[in-house]
């Protein structure tokens, strides 16, 4: 297992670019599936462990997959299977958003139950409601959803939480059958929106992406086109913090300073001066950070939950007191126990973490435990005294293109060691 070893203290500087979004491409690159007619040019796709994983499966389901740099060229038109097998199932939870597109392209679908207990439990009762909403027969046998779905139909539905992962397995699943179907308290984040932008060029029609409310008009077929990812917003936070824990200035490039705004405005109030344009951020950090009011993490356009580990650590060595409410996950405070053996006082009180800053943490050998969780502890590291070794780097490469690398572009003194 490699690590990255950190040597804190040196304030970062200078530019660089945000890579493709690994929530948006995720779900993307299962929507191919749905293209008969025609190829599928994805670009601005990021060099991800997900999203390897992500081919690997379109390939077993037997569509053809090339990259040339950050282009993937997807070709789902041959005779599809309906199944992915449990080992890709278990590496990769999010692969649960298959569903939605198998049952629209076969009318059938053969999945394992997704793994758990990265973020806690990781269930998906709102996908199968859903599927069932829509007509699928859902049957568990085994550890595998057998799902038959001869009968798919429009219809309206009201989700019970906005699920991200449900709002997308219903537009996968919707956009091929007649009739308009209609789903309120859907996910507004902006994935989703690049979803319903990339389904509506290859010819769907899916109207109200980014509101509460969907309305998804079958169509018959889809086409092939070529499309865009949007910049990862959260990579983006992961490298603003970066900059704001080392006192430095930095500017990120291609990205969407309007995805992140409420991460934008707590950076502010920690003290950060803040600068926009319509594609580019920069953050230009005091010498120490003051702690700011509750942070809760909510379904967006709030506080992004996949934010909330990434302030944890940003938290640490504030002026002052802060409290961060986790409302997303069951258990998503797993960087605490390794952040206090670094000098961190921080408590957890059920859903709440109380942090109380310090002048400065220690370096120190970590282990991360999920993909914000590990980049949280580079963070530290970037800002502690001494040596920060970072152990399970695989889950940071889950979600993170060439992060040494831009981290080292900007002043840090990081390598990756096996
Ligand atoms: C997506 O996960 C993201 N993953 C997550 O990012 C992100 O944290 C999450 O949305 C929330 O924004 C991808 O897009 C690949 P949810 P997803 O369904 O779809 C509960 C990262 O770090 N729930 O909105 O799984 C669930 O347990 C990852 O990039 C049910 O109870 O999130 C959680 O508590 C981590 N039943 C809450 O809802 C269900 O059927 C939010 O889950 C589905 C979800």
């Known amino acids: 297992m ?22 948006a491409v995720l779900p993307i690159l299962a929507a191919t599936v749905l293209c008969s007619n025609g190829v599928s040019i994805i670009e601005n796709c990021p060099e991800l462990k997900d999203v390897a ?6 390939k077993e389901l037997g569509a053809k997959v090339a990259r040339s740099g950050s282009t993937l060229t997807i070709d789902a038109r041959g005779r599809l299977g309906s199944r992915i097998p449990e080992r890709l199932m278990r590496e990769l939870r999010s692969s649960v958003i298959f569903m939605g597109a198998i049952v629209a392209r076969k009318h059938k679908a053969k999945i394992s139950m997704p793994g758990g207990c990265e973020l806690g439990p990781r269930p998906i009762d709102l996908h199968i409601k859903a599927l069932e909403g829509l007509g699928c027969s859902i049957k568990e046998q085994k550890g ?26 219903i537009m996968l699943a919707s956009c091929l059958s ?3 179907t209609v789903v309120e308290n859907v996910a507004q984040e902006p994935e989703i929106v690049d979803l319903a932008n990339f389904l509506n060029a290859m010819g769907a029609k899916i109207r109200g992406a980014g509101s509460p409310r969907l309305e998804i008009e079958g169509v018959r077929r889809l086409f ?21 824990v080392t006192g430095g200035s930095i500017t990120l490039t291609e990205v969407i300073p309007a995805h992140i705004e409420t991460a934008l405005s707590v950076l502010s109030e920690c003290g950060c001066q803040i600068e926009t344009t319509e594609n580019s951020i920069r953050l230009q950090a005091p010498a120490r950070l003051r702690a700011p009011a509750l942070i809760k993490t909510t379904p967006y356009p709030g506080f992004p939950t996949d934010a909330q580990s990434l302030f944890l650590a940003l938290l640490c060595t504030t002026e002052g007191t802060g409290k ?13 126990s390794e952040l206090i053996k670094m000098g961190a006082v921080i408590t957890v009180e059920n859903d709440t973490a109380v942090i109380t800053g310090v002048p400065a943490l220690s370096g120190t050998k970590v282990f991360a435990r999920d993909l914000r969780g590990g980049a949280a502890l580079v963070i530290a590291g970037l800002g502690a005294t001494g040596i920060t070794e970072v152990e399970n780097v695989c889950y940071i490469d889950r979600g993170y293109e060439k992060l040494e690398e831009n981290l080292t572009r900007l002043g840090a003194v990081i390598q990756r060691k096996e």
Do not use: W
């Not at 950190?6 to 493709?20: A, C, D, N, T, V």
């Not at 917003?233 to 913090?241: E, F, K, M, Q, S």
């Open 53 to 58: 994983i992500t081919i690997e499966i379109l």
């Open 2 to 23: 490699s690590r990255l070893v950190i040597e804190g203290g040196h304030p970062l500087h200078g530019s660089i670019p945000i890579h493709g979004a690994k929530n």
């Open 144 to 169: 595998y959803l057998h799902i038959d779905a001869h009968k798919l139909h429009a219809t309206q539905l009201t989700l019970d939480f906005p699920s991200v992962g449900a709002t997308e397995n």
């Open 224 to 244: 092939g086109t070529s499309y865009r990812i949007m910049p990862d917003r959260i990579a983006a936070v992961t490298y603003l913090c970066c900059g704001a």
């Open 324 to 336: 961060i409410q986790e409302q997303i996950f069951k258990s998503r405070f797993k960087p605490v």
């Open 178 to 180: 007649e009739g308009v």
